[in-house]
């Protein structure tokens, strides 16, 4: 059975196409207009996998450009699913773990507790926060004229956080308790006259990353899984927002881990529900 899950984002959509066996093809098509998008990345990926369009069996639909959708595409059934789950599902996929917290780094950020077991599936929204990649991409418009997450990473890799942001040994001059020098105490709290503009990218993304990853600990810690801390979306495809959010996971005594290809965990998740409503029953419950 072949499963098409699509992540309906703002002008991308990751695709993927799934078989009870595994992800069988990814792929990403840029276009504002969600039909547009859809039906590409539909056609795309059964042109990658030289396959008929009537093997496959229905398109999973997440994501915040969704409800336009109607109800078939290119003869295809679309089944729409929670995004939540969606992220859920596809985190614990991706990490191959069976209770895990997923947290979905995109335009803002949400954290989802899932436990999965051959009976039950549950899956819960525990929070999360408005930072993410529109953070970056509004910050970044309105700070270093920057009109692409791209452009803003390339310029924050030139630049030193520790020069606009304040540390824990710029205020003591050494450790407290378990906060080393080097920790940030104040995000921009050391901004001088004559600040670069590659150290104010890179605090934006050391600002974003340690949101990210303390919001992610401290929800983690609350349903006792911050050993279990998966980060995906699409943020998570950029080494310095992974590293800035590992930092605060780690100094508290978490685990976190970004899976390959986290940018697809939704679309994954998606497909997965669908798959399971087809195969068990254990794919129409959840704890929502």
């Known amino acids: 059975m072949l499963i098409i899950g699509l992540d309906m ?6 695709a993927v196409l799934l078989s009870e066996s595994g992800i069988l093809e990814k792929t990403v098509v840029v276009a504002s207009d969600s039909l547009a998008a859809a039906a590409g990345a539909i056609g795309k990926l059964i042109s990658l996998q030289n396959i008929r369009i009537d093997r496959i069996e229905a398109v999973a639909v997440s994501g915040g450009k969704t409800r336009p959708l109607p109800n078939e595409i290119l003869g295809l059934p679309v089944r729409e699913v929670d995004e939540i789950e969606a992220v859920g599902r596809g985190g614990a996929y991706l990490a191959g773990l069976k209770e895990c917290v ?7 950020t949400a954290v989802v507790e899932v436990r999965l077991s051959n009976s039950e599936c549950r899956i819960r929204h525990l929070g999360g926060t408005g930072v993410g990649a529109g953070t970056l991409m509004g910050l970044g418009r309105l700070l270093l004229r920057r009109t692409s997450i791209n452009s803003l990473m390339e310029l924050a890799e030139k630049g030193d956080p520790r020069n606009v942001d304040l540390t824990v040994g710029d205020i003591v001059g050494g450790p407290v308790g378990r906060l080393e020098p080097d920790v940030t105490a104040s995000n921009f709290g050391k901004v001088g006259d004559d600040v670069k503009s590659e150290d104010i990218a890179a ?19 609350s349903v006792k899984l911050e ?4 980060l995906v979306g699409g943020l998570m495809t950029h080494d310095l927002v ?8 780690s100094l508290f005594g978490g685990k976190a881990i970004v899976p390959r290809d986290p940018q697809f965990a939704t679309a994954i ?20």
């Open 9 to 14: 984002g703002g002008t991308t959509t990751k």
């Open 102 to 108: 997923a947290v979905s780094a995109g335009t803002g």
């Open 203 to 221: 605090g934006l993304v050391n600002m974003v990353g340690q949101v990210i990853g303390t919001v992610a600990y401290f929800a983690s810690k």
């Open 227 to 230: 050993d279990r801390i998966v």
């Open 242 to 249: 992974v590293k800035a959010a590992i930092r605060p996971i």
């Open 269 to 288: 998740g998606a497909s997965l529900k669908i798959l399971a409503s087809y195969t068990s029953p254990i794919g129409e419950k959840n704890g929502n």
